[in-house]
């Protein structure tokens, strides 16, 4: 299986995060992505290839171009006006406020923008978010151009961005833009299958309306766990999209065995709506050890939960997302896609 992946993540560095103790060093750090090359390296996995550069407008595909726009310029903005070396918005619409003006103001704008404090921005942020997004737009074209399987190395990850909003570490929809060009390219229906701990709730909005795309989510129970205001069960798409929304929230302390269930169930779904390619969000924050989550999910397990993907038989896009236990995650990730090659 090739890898997809750029070094410019590095710039996306120095990451200051506001913890509920207080503000301290951000898990989504740059020794992730170094981490998982070297795990990939060593098992030899397959050929390591630098995303192709694509136009700013195949962004437009899945975001707000006012959205790109503000994400390309808002740090040049911020260091002119406050010059720290990290943004942050402090003020979000909400119930009882106007959530349709856009603010002339840098802060009332990065407010806009967001849906929490979970998204720093540095001034390496939008080149490496966007080799991020190039990266997950490359290894679905690789797919379109014969390969069965892609891994794209994404950092940051995506799946809480969603159409004009940044949130939780993302800022692109890596993985949305990989299933809307497979779209694009001539797959009549594409899934996406999103087994980070939490619920990818950018994801869900891109495609919650559309009937074409079926997104399924298995992570830690929205009433417990973040991003708290999305990913229930009763959450099954809208409009025409009615139905090609599946979410399993899953209890703390959640175990192999009750999360295979869940995912045989998805795999189940996704075969039956007919995905002629799927995009797996890969996060491994459902790790027993990882230092922000509570599923225990062991090192072991991620090649039952290859082999489990595997079993569609369908081109598979996979797509970095989380997975904060810096030391483990290489191995972690190599057991997901060397249990979905055997
Ligand atoms: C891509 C991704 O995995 N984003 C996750 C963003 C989660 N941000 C909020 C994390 C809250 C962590 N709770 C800390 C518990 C410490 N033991
Ligand atoms: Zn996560």
Redesign the pocket.
């Known amino acids: 299986m090739k890898t997809v992946y750029s070094t410019i993540h590095r710039c996306h560095a120095d990451l200051k995060e506001l913890?509920?103790i207080g503000f301290g060093a951000a898990?989504?750090k740059p020794e992730r992505a170094e981490n998982i090359i070297a795990a990939i390296t060593e098992v030899n996995l397959g050929m390591i290839v630098e995303p192709i550069r694509q136009s700013i407008r195949d962004l437009y595909s899945v975001h707000d171009e006012a959205y790109v726009g503000f994400l390309s310029t808002v740090f040049a903005e911020w260091s002119k006006t406050y010059g720290t070396p990290q943004a942050l918005p402090t003020t979000w619409p909400r119930r009882g406020l106007r959530n349709n003006v856009i603010p002339r103001s840098l802060d009332g704008r990065l407010g806009y923008y967001s849906f929490?404090v979970?998204a720093p921005i540095v001034e390496g942020t939008w080149s490496a978010a966007l080799e991020s997004a190039f990266s997950a737009l490359t290894a679905a074209d690789m797919i379109t151009l014969g390969e069965q399987s892609v891994f794209a190395l994404c950092r940051p990850?995506?799946?809480?961005a969603g159409r004009d909003f940044m949130g939780?570490?993302?800022y692109l929809n890596n993985a949305a833009l990989a299933a809307q060009r497979l779209r694009e390219k001539g797959a009549d229906r594409v899934a996406v299958l999103d087994i980070?701990?939490?619920h990818g709730n950018g994801t869900q909005q891109i495609f919650y309306e559309r009937s074409d795309v079926f997104v399924a989510n298995i992570h830690a129970d929205p009433d417990e766990e973040?991003?708290y205001f999305l990913g229930f069960a009763d959450e099954r798409g809208a409009s025409s999209g009615e139905g090609s929304n599946l979410n399993i929230p899953l209890p703390l302390q959640t175990t192999i065995a009750l999360y295979l269930q869940a995912l045989s169930h998805a795999m189940a779904l996704i075969k039956d709506f007919g995905a002629e390619a799927l995009v797996v969000s890969l996060?491994v924050?459902t790790f027993e050890n990882d230092?922000?989550?509570y599923f225990r999910i062991t090192t072991e397990d991620y090649k039952v939960i290859g082999c489990t993907i595997s079993s569609l038989r369908v081109p598979t896009v996979f797509v970095m997302?989380?997975?904060?236990a810096a030391k483990q995650i290489g191995q972690n990730v190599v057991n997901v896609l060397m249990g979905f090659l055997e």
């Open positions: 913890h509920s898990f989504e929490d979970g990850p995506g799946h809480h939780g570490y993302c980070d701990y939490h973040y991003p996060g924050d230092p922000s989550a997302e989380g997975g904060y």
